[in-house]
């Protein structure tokens, strides 16, 4: 059965911010063996979110994962993605789609923080 993973990001009326999911996706891809791999943007960027859907049906897609690229629990996360997951549903019903979790809260994102809080330190001088 041919899977794809479906990330969900917020989008920026900066272009250049919404390529960063696009180097998630590529990180995803490389570091997985998933079949297909792609990107969607809930508001100011496209392709939306049910472009995306439909860009991996058109590419055989038999079952879509939709992962929030979100960092928190919010509106989108709670009420706008699943409002997103059923019209796809609506719209593909011979496709099996299912939503991951957000981000969320993980000892991973602590670790990236403090990675992050050292080289400011490192940047500033104050080893």
């Known amino acids: 059965m041919k899977t794809a993973i479906l990330l969900m990001a917020h989008g920026s009326r900066i272009p250049e911010a919404n390529h960063a999911v696009d180097q998630i996706a590529a990180m995803v891809k490389d570091f997985a063996d998933y079949d297909i791999v792609e990107v969607s943007f809930r508001e100011n960027h496209c392709p939306t979110i049910q472009q995306g859907i439909d860009a991996c049906v058109s590419q055989g897609a038999e079952r879509i ?59 500033q001088g104050w080893n």
């Open 65 to 123: 994962l939709l992962v929030p690229y979100f960092l928190y629990l919010g509106a989108h996360v709670l009420e706008d993605l699943p409002k997103e997951m059923a019209e796809a549903r609506q719209r593909h019903p011979g496709v099996e789609i299912a939503m991951g979790k957000h981000l969320g809260v993980h000892k991973r994102l602590a670790k990236l923080v403090i990675d992050r809080i050292e080289e400011a330190f490192s940047e």
